[in-house]
């Protein structure tokens, strides 16, 4: 139905419930020379009289007694559903779409998703992990982390710590095939490569070189666009590789791993947590996104500081 259409019946309608033209267009912020004009137009369009009108008072027509009566179920219904949308929009509850990266993310995702339904439980998480980027829209997404700024221009962007990227191995790794000293010296070691899981395409290694980042294809002895099957492998001994902070942080800090060649570790890119009009955000979206900020801005529990690395690395750096 045309909005003119609408907006004349509700007018109609007000009129009717306050006895007076001049009170609903009072009531509705216009004119009452807008408000009777409109009573006039649907009357036209319906090609009936709605209301007898004077100066003084109105009285409904038959016909405008019948119209009256079948379109009132409607504006309620509407005045309903407009109220039940104004009150989602504060209401810390409901349905909550997020996605991210599938690649480790799980680990850092679920904390904080479980602390944010323990304090609001009437949330129910939506998560759907995917290294691949889908539509903002049609995916009806509340709240997105990406690694990285999200190429969509529509969507605000908000830096949480940054993704070190760090080459390491296992201790047992390194007692059978040596600590490399140089990043020429990798050509002799058994690497992993990741395949990106949308693409399939193989990543190059990123690492400093001087001011630089430079990025190097490795020779693989290992290839996977599984994240946690390749952690799994540098883990056991069989490859060394190159992992992120939010993967490798637990287990070098174990000792479970060590990190090498630390000076041409990189931290060039961040994870971001991105999100829609800072205007229309619903309240349980905006909670959320408080919350990741609050727990995750400093990157506590994932950004590997230089004197814990220097420790870690003992003869390995």
């Given amino acids: 139905m045309p909005i003119n259409e609408l907006r004349a019946i509700a007018t109609f309608a007000k009129a009717v419930e306050l006895g007076s033209l001049r009170q609903a267009a009072r009531a509705q912020g216009v004119s009452p020379q807008a408000a009777s004009q409109a009573v006039a137009q649907l009357e036209q369009h319906l090609g009936v009289r709605l209301l007898h009108r004077t100066t003084r008072s109105l009285a409904l027509t038959e016909e405008g007694q019948h119209f009256l009566e079948n379109t009132q179920p409607a504006l309620a219904a509407l005045d309903r559903a407009l109220s039940l949308a104004r009150e989602s929009r504060e209401e810390i509850a409901g349905p909550l779409r997020i996605v991210g990266p599938k690649s480790s993310f799980a680990p850092v995702l679920m904390p904080l998703v479980d602390a944010f339904c323990r304090r609001h439980p009437g949330i129910v998480p939506d ?143 961040g994870l971001h947590v991105y999100y829609g009009s800072r205007a229309s955000v619903p309240r349980r979206v905006r909670a959320f996104i408080d919350m990741a900020v609050e727990r995750m801005q400093d990157g506590a529990g994932h950004v590997l500081t230089a004197r814990e690395l220097a420790a870690a690395a003992g003869g390995g750096g």
């Fill in 127 to 269: 998560v759907r992990l995917d290294d691949g980027i889908g539509n903002w829209v049609l995916d009806r997404v509340d709240v997105g982390f990406r690694i990285g700024v999200s190429p969509d221009e529509s969507v605000i962007a908000r830096r949480l710590f940054p993704i070190q990227l760090f080459i390491c191995a296992a201790p047992e790794y390194l007692q059978r095939h040596g600590v490399p000293r140089s990043l020429d010296d990798l050509a002799g070691h058994r690497c992993s490569v990741f395949r990106h899981g949308a693409t399939d395409n193989v990543l190059p290694w990123y690492l400093k070189v001087g001011d630089e980042i430079e990025h190097r294809y490795m020779t693989a002895a290992l290839s996977t666009n599984d994240a946690e099957l390749e952690l799994h492998a540098v883990l056991s001994g069989q490859v060394l590789g190159q992992l992120a902070n939010i993967a490798a942080a637990p287990h070098i800090r174990a000792g479970r791993l060590v990190p090498l060649l630390l000076a041409h570790s990189c931290e060039h890119i």
